[in-house]
């Protein structure tokens, strides 16, 4: 099994070296952990997404795609989103070296 990941990560590795594709790569990764935010969040406010869709007036639908990271987020959206879940929002700018822009989700 160690040996598999090892070469699935080299040749990740060497994929990343594409600078399209290192793009599409770091935003899905981004999504994927914006994602699995927004249902953790859910999670520790004992919401079921259906819950959460009532709160916003959106299907329930709507927010499995966004929580299975299907979804393009507006800023709009976030908002909805946090003010649904009763918390913020903190976006944060930092230096870090990248071909493409990086982006963390905390």
């Known amino acids: ?6 070469k ?3 040749h990740l590795n060497e994929k990343l070296k594409n ?5 599409i790569y770091e935003l899905e990764r981004v999504k994927v952990a914006l994602a ?3 249902a953790e969040t859910r999670d520790e ?7 959460l869709a009532e709160r916003m007036n959106v299907s329930q639908q709507f927010i499995s ?3 299975r990271g ?8 976030l908002l909805k989103l ?7 929002i903190m976006i944060s700018f930092s230096k870090k070296s990248c071909r493409r822009g990086c982006l963390k989700v905390a």
Not at 19 to 23: K, L, V, W
Not at 70 to 77: A, I, K, Q
Not at 82 to 88: P, W
């Open 65 to 67: 795609q966004i929580e």
């Open 36 to 38: 699995q935010k927004i």
């Open 8 to 10: 699935a990560e080299k």
């Open 45 to 51: 406010h004992n919401l079921t997404q259906s819950e």
């Open 82 to 88: 946090a003010q649904s879940l009763n918390t913020g």
């Open 19 to 23: 600078p399209e594709f290192r793009g």
């Open 1 to 6: 099994m160690k040996n598999r990941l090892e």
């Open 70 to 77: 299907e979804s393009n987020l507006t800023l709009e959206t």
